[in-house]
């Protein structure tokens, strides 16, 4: 005998996710596998909801959080995409990271209007092009981050000969497009660009190419793990250039521990408060971290998470009490040079792109960070 199955957000309720009382939001993050430090990201934003909702929420509603696991792995985020929507019934997606996974949900969540605010790796212009109404990265593009950091190591630097290491997946290949159009507008070769798939494990092979190249500098596009590898297999064999990566590796604490210390040095750009900041949010949410989550290690990583949420709050604030996705979406088109503890944020009906600024900043022995630039813009 067939079952037929009704929705839970069914019934009475005329906008999905939104009731009298609360705004359901969803995201996905590898809580689990090779990519699992991520997954600090969508705990960060847990932390800020519950700091949100303690505050009174947001005209009269609080926000429901559902966080699931779905480990990297672009299947299990597809199953938990229809469970969202189908079955929880969710309003918005926050943050959801990894490029590959968020493209098996992009158009199902879009065809169903669930508002994308700040996906995490959103970096790619597939995000973009062609424009979604819903969507709503704040990540600065991959290919203009890593143009950007290939003219800080040549012109800044002074070096001429630089490699690139990436994931073969969007993710890397746009970060390696980004090295490639710079290089070709100051007539230089990448002496080397050396792919890894997500599931290598062996990097031997990719150390000796990035040695054999007599690169001075490598720049890579990866996951947190293959960061650690790459740089454990160069130490064996007595290789140490100087090293760039983007702000998807930023977490200079866990990048140390991972790496048993070889992280140090490192330059990657940053799109975040540090988290020793003294800005006067970081200060309150500090004091939120104490209070909600103190066994969590506040980190860059961590804080990513309140960077991706803090503009889905500011256009459900700006919508008003009469939520829903078309009210959202014209509501996070008003928003210009809008900051938290991000990048200025900028929406406008015709440009989705929120983010374009980063800063640069070298890895300490200790993990933490030091500043080598301010904020700046990085289209070019």
Not at 92 to 109: L, Q, S
Not at 263 to 282: C, K, Q, R, T, V
Not at 352 to 366: I, R, S, T
Request: charge should be positive; aromatic fraction near 12%.
């Amino acid at each position: 005998i067939g079952v037929l199955c009704i929705p839970t957000w069914g019934g009475a309720q005329a906008v999905r996710g939104v009731t009298d009382t609360e705004i359901l939001v969803g995201q996905t993050g590898p809580q689990t596998g090779p990519a699992a430090l991520w997954g600090a990201v969508a705990r960060g934003t847990g932390l800020y909801f519950k700091g949100i909702n303690d505050e009174g929420g947001i005209h009269g509603r609080k926000i429901k959080y559902f966080l699931r696991d779905d480990s990297y792995q672009p299947a299990k985020t597809k199953a938990i995409g229809k469970e969202f929507v189908e079955q929880i019934g969710i309003f918005a997606i926050v943050g959801c990271v990894g490029v590959g996974p968020g493209m098996t949900v992009r158009d199902y969540y879009s065809e169903n209007k669930v508002v994308m605010v700040s996906m995490g790796c959103s970096g790619v212009t597939n995000w973009i092009k062609p424009f979604q109404k819903y969507i709503f990265p704040i990540y600065p593009l991959y290919i203009d981050e890593a143009f950007a950091l290939t003219r800080y190591f040549h012109e800044t630097m002074k070096l001429t000969k630089i490699a690139m290491f990436y994931q073969n997946d969007d993710y890397g290949k746009q970060g390696l497009e980004g090295v490639q159009h710079y290089v070709k507008a100051k007539g230089l070769q990448l002496v080397a660009n050396i792919s890894a798939e997500v599931t290598d494990r062996d990097l031997s092979s990719h150390a000796l190419k990035l040695k054999s190249s007599g690169a001075q500098a490598v720049i890579m596009w990866a996951m947190p793990t293959h960061g650690a590898l790459l740089l454990g297999e160069c130490a064996k064999i007595q290789y140490k250039p100087k090293w760039g990566t983007s702000s998807t590796l930023s977490d200079g604490v866990a990048m140390i521990k991972i790496s048993r210390g070889l992280w140090a040095g490192m330059i990657s750009s940053n799109f975040g408060e540090l988290p020793d900041s003294n800005h006067p949010l970081m200060v309150k949410y500090r004091s939120w971290h104490k209070k909600y989550e103190p066994k969590e290690r506040w980190s860059t990583f961590y804080i990513a998470g309140i960077v991706f949420a803090e503009p889905l709050v500011e256009g459900l604030r700006r919508a008003g009490r009469n939520l829903t996705p078309d009210n959202l979406v014209k509501a996070m088109e008003t928003m210009k040079d809008w900051q938290g503890i991000g990048p200025p944020i900028t929406f406008t009906p015709k440009d989705h792109q929120g983010g374009k600024h980063v800063f640069f900043m070298e890895v300490l022995p200790n993990g933490n960070a030091k500043k080598l630039t301010d904020w700046m813009r990085i289209t070019y």
